[in-house]
């Protein structure tokens, strides 16, 4: 167990450098940025992206990030006329995917057969193969967002018309505009991984365009 007090990284510092602490080990991350303390136990365990979108967060909207395993401790201060609060969020990486395992998703859609097999390679990657009409179409890796834990992605839709949530993994060119390769977008239901959603999307050609929702084989 690690045990951080939040009091000395809610203070100002007039340096705006990152001040790097004595580490434990080469693979942690033990900083201060802006007065803020950005903490990470491990970080071979999670994408580089995952950590560089947590950092940015760190200097933005949180007073401290701690990340150990599969655990984010989130620590914010809220002010309200002369009021001032202290508060830990405590936030849980998605797990319904078991690490080394692959599981296969399938689905039918305008005479269409597609199979997608998701494998989580780490806390926070997912390499996944897409077939159509058993030919291979897609692969690549997926990378949970740095900003899950403002919430989960709802609004999603099963085949009996209930309404779930899910954890969202994007391709590492999501964000970009790119004008040959595609950018793809997988949600993984959240509680049970039954449902999972794959959209795909080409800038250049549209009708290339790919949006599904498979369902879990047993």
């Not at 936030?91 to 395992?101: C, D, E, F, R, S």
């Not at 599981?103 to 039918?108: G, S, W």
């Amino acid at each position: 167990m690690i045990c951080l007090s939040l009091t000395p990284f809610c203070s100002q510092t007039k340096t705006k450098e990152i001040q790097i602490q004595k580490q434990k080990n080469p693979r942690e991350i033990n900083q201060v940025i802006n007065g803020k303390r950005f903490f990470v136990n491990d970080s071979s365990l999670y994408s580089s992206r995952f950590i560089k979108e947590l950092r940015e967060t760190c200097m933005g909207t949180t007073d401290s990030l701690i990340l150990t395993n599969d655990t984010l401790l989130v620590y914010v201060t809220t002010r309200y006329r002369e009021k001032i609060s202290h508060n830990l969020h405590q936030k849980n990486l998605p797990n319904v995917l078991t690490i080394g395992k692959p599981v296969n998703y399938t689905t039918e859609n305008n005479g269409k057969k597609y199979s997608l097999t998701l494998l989580r390679t780490n806390l926070t990657d997912i390499k996944f193969n897409l077939n159509i009409d058993s030919h291979l179409t897609k692969s690549g890796v997926t990378i949970l967002g740095g900003t899950f834990y403002f919430g989960a992605e709802c609004g999603f839709i099963d085949e009996n018309g209930k309404e779930y949530c899910s954890a969202q993994y994007l391709s590492d060119n999501y964000f970009e505009n790119p004008t040959k390769d595609s950018r793809v977008r997988i949600n993984v239901q959240y509680g049970s991984g039954d449902h999972v959603s794959y959209d795909e999307y080409f800038s250049n050609n549209k009708d290339q365009n790919v949006k599904i929702v498979l369902r879990r084989q047993k």
